[in-house]
């Protein structure tokens, strides 16, 4: 008995003493810097990428059959009040000749309430079919199955519902499934926890950073573009490749296998079927096909709510997260000053009220600022188009991907650190086949050429630096001033709002999945509405806490946490003794 005691003892001091260096150790702020730029290099002992699941892996494979709903799918419409549902009923068709479903012969319905197994109110949605068809000798064409949308409207904020979806005259129906509505926004309420995750795929890479993300218990997910990677492989299937142009050189056209969004679907229903997901596209998603389409499965099977946040496409729209007002924005659709996209943002930003959304936060697929070699300034096209308006108004955070690794910038301006610009955070690690990224532009030999990086959409407008340690270069020497931290890793990031003047952004590697408490960077960012608003109405705002005594309470409830739960969990065996 008296050993169990000792040991028992020695583990609880031990712990203790862990817990006491880690609460003692604070997580710094953008309000402490900026620091030293921080590099980690890619670990040798880790792999740089992995291979695409097969098909028949038990997590892509249909599980239904007839009519049931699968690969179902949550979506936030623009407030609290209304949330979409999609999902896919019948089966795919793939070959040389394919005929498409009529959508209209099976319903969209979708049943719900506050109460478990009881559904007294139903909403009617649309149902669409897309197809991939490809005019040359040879490729397989594709055409999906039935995607349905419903938006339930009348929900009540903060509320759990339970819901099934399907066609109730077919008895058809999905099992119960449940989702929660978001605050109304308000400068006290967010949501819980923001899941940001960039160029997934379907790797073992992937599943491993979806896994880890599900641990950390979202209540939302930012996508923010290259979904599935489909276009890695050519129309009759095979194996995926790393680098598509390598493997299929002779390629008529950008091949997709679309079966890959249909198992793709079916891999993520069991989190975005009740945690939202928010996707913008990526260039992954262009798809190219007979007579000049482009994007359509990212078009047929996402539910966004562009029409409802008064823009003209899918490809760019925005909404509300209690107080939280977020811009997604296409790097794939016309960005410059004279088209609809523009026109639309600056409508939507003058609409913000930052007394009532405090945060603002853009996200869009290929990043602004980046040094790594990989699509070094490939989009300074669209950065010296929109850049300038996005700091007017005061954009806090803004989130991409692209370049296969993860990189956080401080606060910056057209290239110079500037304590109202905006947090960069580049979240490209999702797991995709193409691998890690690991050369950066200032390497010896790694800065790529002015002619490099050409973009899939838009013109090329590389330029040299004007000022600064790097004038009169195109890269720089050293590691950037405004990049602040940059690893070379998978994962996901977890964005937690404290109150309406900061916020907990954590990046967490795939290989700490394992490793409790553990993670990458951690950072507060912190925005200044006295020094930096946009409007008398932004400094009417005051937190309901103040600041300092949030974070503190913070760091309290996690040390309780961490102490109170391993003695309950070491101690409780002793009461039976």
Same mark, same amino acid.
């Given at each position: 008995?008296?050993?169990?005691?000792?040991?028992?003892?020695?583990?609880?001091?031990?712990?203790?003493?862990?817990?006491?260096?880690?609460?003692?150790? /604070?997580?710094?702020?953008?309000?402490?810097?900026?620091?030293?730029?921080?590099?980690?290099?890619?670990?040798?002992?880790?792999?740089?990428?992995?291979?695409?699941?097969?098909?028949?892996?038990?997590?892509?494979?249909?599980?239904?059959?007839? &009519?049931?709903?699968?690969?179902?799918?949550?979506?936030?419409?623009?407030?609290?009040?209304?949330?979409?549902?999609?999902?896919?009923?019948?089966?795919?068709?793939? #070959?040389?000749?394919?005929?498409?479903?009529?959508?209209?012969?099976?319903?969209?319905?979708?049943?719900?309430?506050?109460?478990?197994?009881?559904?007294?109110?139903?909403?009617?949605?649309?149902? =669409?079919?897309?197809?991939?068809?490809?005019?040359?000798?040879?490729?397989?064409?594709?055409?999906?199955?039935?995607?349905?949308?419903?938006?339930?409207?009348?929900?009540?904020?903060?509320?759990?519902?339970?819901?099934?979806? #399907?066609?109730?005259?077919?008895?058809?129906?999905?099992?119960?499934?449940?989702?929660?509505?978001?605050?109304?926004?308000? /400068?006290?309420?967010?949501?819980?926890?923001?899941?940001?995750?960039?160029?997934?795929?379907?790797?073992?890479?992937?599943?491993?950073?979806?896994?880890?993300?599900?641990?950390?218990?979202?209540?939302?997910?930012?996508? =923010? #573009?290259? !979904?599935?990677?489909?276009?890695?492989?050519?129309?009759?299937?095979?194996?995926?490749?790393?680098?598509?142009?390598?493997?299929? *050189?002779?390629?008529?056209?950008?091949?997709?296998?679309?079966?890959?969004?249909?198992?793709?679907?079916?891999?993520?229903?069991?989190?975005?079927?009740?945690?939202?997901?928010?996707?913008?596209?990526?260039?992954?998603?262009?798809?190219?096909?007979?007579?000049?389409?482009?994007?359509?499965?990212?078009?047929?099977?996402?539910?966004?709510?562009?029409?409802?946040?008064?823009?003209?496409?899918?490809?760019?729209?925005?909404?509300?997260?209690?107080? =939280?007002?977020?811009?997604?924005?296409?790097?794939?659709?016309?960005?410059?000053?004279?088209?609809?996209?523009?026109?639309?943002?600056?409508?939507?930003?003058?609409?913000?009220?930052?007394?009532?959304?405090?945060?603002?936060?853009?996200?869009?697929?290929?990043?602004?600022?980046?040094?790594?070699?990989?699509?070094?300034?490939?989009?300074?096209?669209?950065?010296?188009?929109?850049?300038?308006?996005?700091?007017?108004?005061?954009?806090?955070?803004?989130?991409?991907?692209?370049?296969?690794?993860?990189?956080?910038?401080?606060?910056?301006?057209?290239?110079?650190?500037?304590?109202?610009?905006?947090?960069? !955070?580049? =979240? #490209?690690?999702?797991?995709?086949?193409?691998?890690?990224?690991?050369?950066?532009?200032?390497?010896?030999?790694?800065?790529?050429?002015?002619?490099?990086?050409?973009?899939?959409?838009?013109?090329?407008?590389?330029?040299?630096?004007?000022?600064?340690?790097?004038?009169?270069? &195109?890269?720089?020497?050293?590691?950037?001033?405004?990049?602040?931290?940059?690893?070379?890793?998978?994962?996901?990031?977890?964005?937690?709002?404290?109150?309406?003047? +900061?916020?907990?952004?954590?990046?967490?590697?795939?290989?700490?999945?394992?490793?409790?408490?553990? +993670?990458?960077?951690?950072?507060? !960012?912190?925005?200044? *509405?006295?020094?930096?608003?946009?409007?008398?109405?932004?400094?009417?705002?005051?937190?309901?806490?103040?600041?300092?005594?949030?974070?503190?309470?913070?760091?309290?409830?996690?040390?309780?946490?961490?102490?109170?739960?391993?003695?309950?969990?070491?101690?409780?065996?002793?009461?039976?003794?």
């Amino acid at each position: 008995m008296m050993k169990k005691i000792n040991k028992i003892c020695v583990a609880l001091g031990f712990h203790f003493f862990l817990v006491i260096v880690a609460a003692t150790k /604070p997580i710094p702020s953008t309000l402490d810097g900026p620091f030293k730029p921080v590099t980690h290099r890619f670990d040798p002992s880790l792999r740089k990428g992995s291979d695409d699941l097969p098909m028949d892996h038990p997590r892509l494979k249909r599980n239904v059959t007839s &009519f049931f709903p699968e690969q179902i799918a949550l979506a936030l419409s623009t407030d609290s009040s209304s949330m979409w549902v999609s999902w896919v009923t019948g089966e795919a068709q793939l #070959g040389l000749n394919v005929t498409p479903h009529d959508p209209k012969i099976v319903a969209s319905e979708v049943w719900y309430r506050k109460e478990s197994g009881k559904y007294s109110m139903k909403q009617n949605g649309v149902s =669409v079919v897309y197809s991939q068809l490809y005019p040359f000798e040879g490729l397989w064409n594709y055409t999906s199955g039935i995607i349905h949308h419903v938006k339930i409207d009348g929900l009540e904020p903060e509320t759990k519902y339970y819901y099934r979806c #399907g066609d109730s005259s077919l008895a058809a129906m999905s099992e119960e499934l449940e989702f929660e509505t978001f605050p109304l926004p308000s /400068p006290n309420k967010y949501p819980r926890r923001i899941a940001v995750v960039g160029d997934l795929g379907l790797t073992s890479n992937t599943s491993t950073t979806i896994d880890h993300l599900i641990m950390n218990d979202p209540s939302m997910i930012l996508m =923010v #573009g290259d !979904i599935t990677y489909a276009n890695q492989y050519l129309t009759t299937g095979g194996t995926g490749a790393s680098c598509y142009s390598c493997q299929f *050189p002779d390629a008529p056209i950008r091949e997709t296998f679309q079966p890959r969004w249909d198992g793709w679907g079916r891999f993520m229903e069991p989190l975005i079927s009740r945690v939202p997901m928010m996707v913008i596209e990526g260039n992954h998603e262009i798809e190219p096909q007979a007579a000049g389409l482009t994007f359509q499965s990212y078009l047929a099977r996402f539910s966004v709510p562009s029409k409802e946040s008064g823009s003209n496409s899918n490809l760019y729209y925005s909404f509300d997260a209690g107080g =939280v007002h977020f811009i997604m924005l296409g790097a794939y659709v016309d960005y410059n000053q004279t088209s609809a996209q523009y026109s639309w943002l600056q409508d939507d930003l003058e609409k913000v009220d930052r007394g009532v959304t405090p945060w603002l936060v853009a996200a869009w697929h290929a990043p602004w600022y980046n040094s790594y070699s990989s699509h070094y300034q490939e989009f300074e096209c669209m950065r010296q188009e929109m850049e300038e308006t996005l700091y007017t108004y005061r954009v806090d955070i803004v989130f991409s991907g692209h370049v296969h690794a993860y990189e956080r910038m401080h606060r910056v301006f057209n290239y110079t650190l500037n304590p109202c610009g905006p947090v960069y !955070i580049t =979240v #490209g690690d999702g797991g995709n086949i193409e691998k890690v990224d690991v050369d950066h532009a200032d390497d010896p030999g790694k800065c790529p050429s002015p002619g490099d990086n050409i973009p899939e959409f838009g013109g090329v407008c590389h330029v040299n630096f004007t000022s600064g340690p790097a004038k009169g270069k &195109f890269c720089w020497n050293r590691q950037p001033e405004w990049s602040a931290y940059r690893e070379s890793s998978f994962g996901h990031g977890i964005l937690e709002m404290v109150n309406s003047t +900061h916020a907990l952004w954590t990046w967490h590697r795939n290989q700490d999945i394992y490793r409790e408490n553990s +993670h990458g960077d951690q950072i507060y !960012i912190v925005r200044q *509405p006295q020094s930096c608003s946009v409007a008398s109405k932004d400094r009417r705002l005051s937190p309901s806490i103040p600041p300092v005594l949030d974070i503190a309470a913070a760091r309290v409830s996690s040390f309780l946490y961490y102490i109170i739960l391993p003695v309950v969990i070491l101690v409780g065996p002793l009461s039976n003794h």
